[in-house]
C-alpha cells in the first residue's frame, strides 16, 4: 500500500513564524502536491513537483514556497506565517503518466495566532 | 478551464437509504473521474473513478458512470450505512497536455448517516 505520511496532524504557530510542513511518501513516485482545505472552498493545489528539484506554482502560491531535494520528500513552508493561512493542510503524491491517482497524507492542521 | 460542480450539502440520510450525490463537469478533451471519500480526522481515499466515456467505477457499493453526453458522474449506492458518513469529493484530471498531472476537485458534500 502507499504511504504519505505528514509531519504533524496538528500544529499552532504565531503570526510571522517560518512554518515547515514536511511529506513523505514511500512508493517512488515522482509528483508530488501541497493542497489547502478550507470549508466551502474544497481542496486548491498550492505547488506541484514533477521530479526532484522541480516545481510549479498551483492555484494559490502566494505566501508559500516549496522544497523537493529528495523524490520522497517535499516540503512547504510558510516563510511568515499570517492569520489568513489558518487551515487544513493535505499533501499527495502521483505515479507520472495518466490516469494515476493521487495518494494522500492524513493532513495537517495548522493555527496561526 | 475546467470545472467540476457536485450537489450542496450536507446530507443527511437514515441507514440503509439509497445515495445519490450529483457531480457535472467542465473539460477540453477526455478527463478521467474520479470520487474520492474523506472520513473524519482524516485525508482523502480514491473510492473509485472511470477513465473513459460509460465506463463504470465501483467500491464498497458505491457506483458511479462516466456520461459524456451530460457531462456528469454521479456517485450512488444502493443502502448506505453509519460507516459511510464522510465528505464526498468528484474530481477530474486531464488525459493529456501539460496539465495532465492536475487534479480539480469539487468543493465537496458532506454525508451523514443516522442509524
Known amino acids: 500500500d502507499v504511504k504519505v505520511t505528514q509531519s504533524s496532524r496538528y500544529l499552532v504557530k504565531r503570526t510571522g513564524e517560518k512554518v515547515f510542513l514536511e511529506c513523505v511518501q514511500d512508493m517512488d513516485h515522482e509528483n508530488m502536491f501541497w493542497y489547502r482545505q478550507d470549508p466551502g472552498l474544497g481542496l486548491r493545489l498550492i505547488y506541484f513537483s514533477y521530479d526532484v528539484k522541480m516545481k510549479e506554482k498551483g492555484d494559490i502560491p502566494e505566501g508559500y514556497s516549496v522544497s523537493r531535494e529528495k523524490k520522497e520528500r517535499f516540503s512547504l513552508i510558510l516563510e511568515s506565517a499570517s492569520t489568513n493561512q489558518t487551515s487544513m493542510y493535505l499533501c499527495?503524491?502521483?505515479?507520472?503518466?495518466?490516469?494515476?491517482?493521487?495518494?494522500f497524507g492524513p493532513g495537517t492542521r495548522l493555527t496561526v495566532t | 478551464g475546467n470545472s467540476v460542480t457536485q450537489m450542496e450539502g450536507p446530507v443527511t440520510l437514515s441507514e440503509e437509504a439509497f445515495l445519490t450525490i450529483n457531480c457535472t463537469y467542465t473539460?477540453?478533451?477526455?478527463?478521467?473521474l474520479f470520487w474520492y471519500v474523506q472520513y473524519p480526522g482524516e485525508g482523502l481515499q480514491l473510492l473509485l473513478k472511470?477513465?473513459?466515456?460509460?465506463d463504470k467505477g465501483s467500491n464498497k457499493g458505491f457506483e458511479a458512470t462516466y456520461r459524456k453526453e451530460t457531462t456528469s458522474f454521479h456517485l450512488e449506492k444502493g443502502s448506505v450505512q453509519v460507516s459511510d458518513s464522510a465528505v464526498y469529493f468528484c474530481a477530474l484530471s486531464q488525459n493529456s497536455g501539460g496539465s495532465n498531472y492536475k487534479l480539480t476537485f469539487g468543493k465537496g458534500t458532506l454525508l451523514t448517516v443516522n442509524p
Open positions: 473539460a477540453t478533451g477526455y478527463p478521467s
Open positions: 499527495a503524491s502521483r505515479l507520472t503518466g495518466s490516469p494515476y491517482e493521487q495518494y
Open positions: 472511470a477513465t473513459k466515456a460509460d
